[in-house]
């Protein structure tokens, strides 16, 4: 069965510091998509960035990058020059197979980020 | 363009009592999809429309729930009778069919609407 793991359930980052959320997945099939959502106190989901499994490069988003590494599966998001703004619940998914916009998204257990100022 | 959108934002009712919360995906979207998030656990699968059609109802908890799209547009999910442990935060979601001009990426997600069982 395909699963999502964050571990860390809070972290308080320095505002202007970098920051990464750590991000595991386990699946069997070759095909699938890593996909970041931001919650922010507000509650609504907010798709942040994509990463295909297929895709040779790292996605990037502004200052969202994905550090993909497909022999580890891991999927971690590097949030640059951190904003209070980033405070917030970041959840990691997948797209479960069969691999279309039609198949449902699992999603790991979140990490809430709090930025200091 | 309107986002997806839900009704109520919030829900306050009593155990016993039946609430109706409802999703109005984005105009066009074939897809529609229920998850929810109860306290301090992940964001979990309820259902999948495909228009009108229940493509995977699979993350459904038990027949105390019920879910309807009728025409393919907005939908509904019912909870009769609500317990204690169906509170938690629900979201819609919807996406456009990758066959007719979709992106094979994105689900958008409405803002939620927390519902509080006492």
């Known amino acids: 069965a395909q699963k999502i793991t964050q571990t860390q359930p809070g972290m308080f980052v320095q505002e202007k510091e970098a920051v990464t959320l750590d991000c595991t997945y386990d699946?069997?099939?070759?095909?699938?998509?890593l996909f970041w959502y931001k919650q922010p106190s507000s509650g609504e989901m907010i798709f942040l960035i994509y990463?295909?499994?297929?895709?040779?490069q790292n996605a990037t988003e502004g200052r969202y990058s994905l550090n993909f590494q497909k022999a580890r599966k891991s999927a971690n998001l590097v949030i640059s020059a951190s904003q209070l703004g980033d405070s917030a619940m970041y959840f990691c998914?997948?797209?479960?197979?069969?691999?279309?916009?039609?198949?449902?998204?699992?999603f790991g257990s979140g990490t809430r980020l709090s930025i200091r100022p | 363009e309107a986002g997806v959108t839900q009704f109520p934002s919030h829900s306050v009712i009593e155990k016993g009592q039946t609430v109706t919360l409802r999703c109005d995906p984005i105009?066009?979207?074939?897809?529609l999809y229920w998850y929810r998030r109860v306290m301090g656990k992940e964001i979990k699968f309820l259902l999948h429309?495909?228009?009108?059609?229940?493509?995977?109802e699979s993350g459904m908890p038990n027949n105390r729930f019920l879910a309807e799209r009728t025409g393919g547009t907005y939908s509904t999910l019912k909870v009769q009778p609500a317990e204690l442990e169906d509170s938690g935060v629900y979201f819609c979601a919807s996406s456009q069919d990758p066959y007719s001009g979709g992106t094979l990426v994105e689900q958008y997600f409405g803002p939620g609407t927390r519902l509080t069982v006492t």
């Open positions: 429309f495909v228009k009108e059609s229940k493509q995977d």
């Open positions: 105009s066009g979207h074939d897809n």
């Open positions: 699946t069997s099939d070759p095909s699938y998509g």
């Open positions: 998914a997948m797209r479960e197979l069969p691999y279309s916009s039609a198949s449902k998204i699992i």
């Open positions: 990463q295909g499994s297929y895709d040779q």
